[in-house]
């Protein structure tokens, strides 16, 4: 299988590896570096991948590299295949995946677990208020960046469409950061996205000038839904952007969870769960969404759970459904 790994990216965060006497150490059987597939440049995942790769350095004394990957289809594809030791991943590629749908075209990956939920990932769109392009009815007609192929936003914006009766002009598949070139350029017209908030690419577009920020509506949100069961109903918060300062947004949502292969060590899979909820702050303080990070939450996985977290759970007192205990 093709490796789709275009760079190691730790160094870009400043979280280069420093092996020190101070902090934690491998244990026998554990391996002694990881990989972490995240998405392209700029995106929610980048920068997860960043604040996750320090802290398994400095809590669990596992030296990480974040690489840029296609995405969660991709990350499911290479976890699979034993080329990642960690792939961040949406719950809609990640159960299509399980069962052979969608994307996976009949092939099943079946090896992947789920260790801990994310965050939550939310559909929106935006463009450059000069446009006037103010909602997805108005996307008829126009060229959309939806991100690079096998990314969620480019997998699953599509559908939305499709369910919505929206037929974009082109849709054009590139990574964040040449898609944020090219609405600068004016050779796109509306970037959309699923992603955790706030969306950095949009944030920075805000700095340049005024932008709308829009995603469905509530029809729209449940003809999604009631088509789709992995999508969830959510709302963007008001504020979150400059471009929605007073107002809600309603739309679909996919939850994020990180996943491994099953054959990764049951030892090495709880301590680093048990680290992850014991040291939030770390990916907090690299993404804000990583405030969702919550054991509560991993009820909302797609597929069964690795035994390593199944175990942290257990002794948390939670409630885990049947058809997420490790098959």
């Known amino acids: 299988m093709k490796r789709y790994a275009l760079a190691l990216c730790t160094i870009a965060f400043g979280i280069a590896v420093i092996i020190g006497s101070a902090q934690a150490q491998p244990k026998a059987g554990w391996p002694k570096g990881a990989t972490i597939g995240t998405s392209g440049i700029g995106?929610?995942?980048?920068?997860?991948g960043g604040g996750f790769a320090k802290l398994l350095h400095e809590k669990v004394g596992v030296p990480a590299s974040v690489e840029?990957?296609?995405?969660?289809?991709?990350?499911?594809?290479?976890?699979?295949?034993?080329?990642?030791?960690?792939?961040?991943?949406?719950?809609?590629?990640?159960?299509?995946?399980?069962?052979g749908q969608g994307w996976a075209k009949g092939a099943t990956y079946q090896n992947v677990r789920v260790i801990f939920p994310m965050f939550t990932?939310?559909?929106h769109a935006y463009a450059p208020k000069k446009t006037g392009i103010q909602s997805v009815k108005d996307l008829n007609g126009k060229a959309i960046g939806i991100g690079a192929v096998g990314t969620t936003p480019a997998v699953y914006w599509p559908i939305v469409f499709d369910v919505v009766g929206v037929k974009p002009g082109r849709t054009v598949n590139a990574?964040?950061?040449d898609l944020t070139a090219q609405m600068k350029d004016g050779m796109i017209d509306v970037v959309a996205t699923i992603?955790?908030?706030p969306w950095g690419s949009l944030t920075e577009m805000e700095v340049l000038q005024e932008m709308y920020v829009f995603a469905l509506s509530k029809e729209q949100?449940?003809?999604?839904?009631?088509?789709?069961?992995?999508?969830?109903?959510?709302?963007?918060?008001?504020?979150?952007?400059?471009?929605?300062?007073?107002?809600?947004?309603?739309?679909?949502?996919?939850w994020n969870f990180m996943v491994v292969h099953q054959d990764t060590p049951d030892d090495f899979v709880y301590e680093v769960v048990r680290k992850t909820y014991e040291n939030v702050d770390i990916l907090i303080a690299a993404h804000k969404s990583a405030q969702e990070v919550q054991a509560e939450a991993i009820v909302h996985s797609p597929i069964p759970l690795h035994p390593g977290a199944l175990?942290?759970?257990?002794?948390?007192?939670?409630?885990?459904?049947?058809?997420l205990m490790p098959k």
């Open 195 to 197: 992603s955790g908030l």
């Open 175 to 177: 990574g964040w950061s």
């Open 121 to 123: 990932s939310y559909a």
């Open 221 to 254: 949100m449940e003809q999604c839904v009631a088509k789709y069961p992995y999508l969830s109903p959510g709302m963007i918060p008001k504020g979150t952007y400059k471009a929605n300062k007073d107002v809600d947004l309603p739309t679909v949502t996919v």
């Open 43 to 48: 995106g929610v995942y980048f920068v997860w």
């Open 311 to 323: 175990k942290y759970y257990k002794e948390k007192g939670l409630s885990i459904p049947e058809k």
């Open 68 to 99: 840029v990957t296609a995405g969660p289809v991709a990350n499911v594809k290479l976890v699979a295949g034993k080329q990642l030791d960690f792939g961040l991943a949406t719950a809609a590629p990640i159960y299509e995946g399980w069962v």
